[in-house]
Each structure stands twice: as structure tokens, then as C-alpha cells.
């Protein structure tokens, strides 16, 4: 079973940065695109973000495109996801999930979930 483990959530002021991280085995983190989705109180689960593990292709939801940047550190088996000019809109639960395939990622069906990072921002 694939193991993520998110964190580095918190409160921030509209306008303001954070890092998320998504820990995870070397042998998940060699082989698997990796990428992070959030839920919002009330909303369905929506994907922002997937770096590949092959080329770092990147891939943004339009909602994310200029704020936030997907990254990857081999090192660390880690993958971030910074992100900036945060609005109070971007308040959500932020997970990250692994998948073979980049195709597709986005509407893909997972087969769990993590517990996520909580990210407030006030306005």
C-alpha cells in the first residue's frame, strides 16, 4: 500500500506563503507521478497540482497556474508544494496521492487517501 504523509499546513494571511510537504517511500517516490488535490468545506475534492517522476513535467490546475509551484527532492523522497499569494478561497484540507501514469492524473480514481494538511487563510 502506498504511504504519503502531508504537512506543513497552518494559518497564513491572504497574501502570504506556505510549503507543503508529501513524504514518501523511495520506491513510491521513484516510480510514481505525485500530486496534490484539496477539499474545501462543503466542496467536492479538486486537484491543484502533479510533478512526474520521470522528467518533472509539471502540471497546474488554472487555479493554481503563477501562485504555486509543484517540486520534487530526490534526496528526501519529498515533494513540495509552495505556495504563494494565497487567497482565502485557497482554504482547504490539501492531500497528495501517487500514480503510475501522469496521464490522467487529475480525475483519476484513488484508492485512499492520507489524513491531508489543513490550510486556512485569513482575509
Known amino acids: 500500500q502506498v504511504q504519503l504523509v502531508e504537512s506543513g499546513g497552518g494559518l497564513v494571511q491572504a497574501g502570504g506563503s506556505l510549503r507543503l510537504a508529501c513524504a514518501t517511500s523511495?520506491?513510491?517516490?521513484?516510480?510514481?507521478?505525485i500530486g496534490w488535490f484539496r477539499q474545501a468545506t462543503g466542496k467536492e475534492r479538486e486537484f491543484v497540482a502533479v510533478?512526474?517522476?520521470?522528467?518533472?513535467?509539471?502540471y497546474y490546475a488554472d487555479s493554481a497556474k503563477g501562485r504555486f509551484t509543484v517540486s520534487r527532492d530526490s534526496a528526501k523522497n519529498t515533494v513540495y508544494l509552495q505556495m504563494t499569494s494565497l487567497k482565502p478561497e485557497d482554504t482547504a484540507v490539501y492531500y497528495c496521492?501517487?500514480?503510475?501514469?501522469?496521464?490522467?492524473?487529475?480525475?483519476?480514481?484513488?484508492?485512499?487517501w492520507g489524513q491531508g494538511t489543513q490550510v486556512t487563510v485569513s482575509s
Open positions: 496521492n501517487a500514480r503510475a501514469s501522469f496521464l490522467g492524473f487529475p480525475t483519476a480514481d484513488f484508492a485512499s
Open positions: 523511495s520506491r513510491t517516490f521513484s516510480s510514481n507521478n
Open positions: 510533478i512526474s517522476w520521470s522528467d518533472d513535467r509539471t
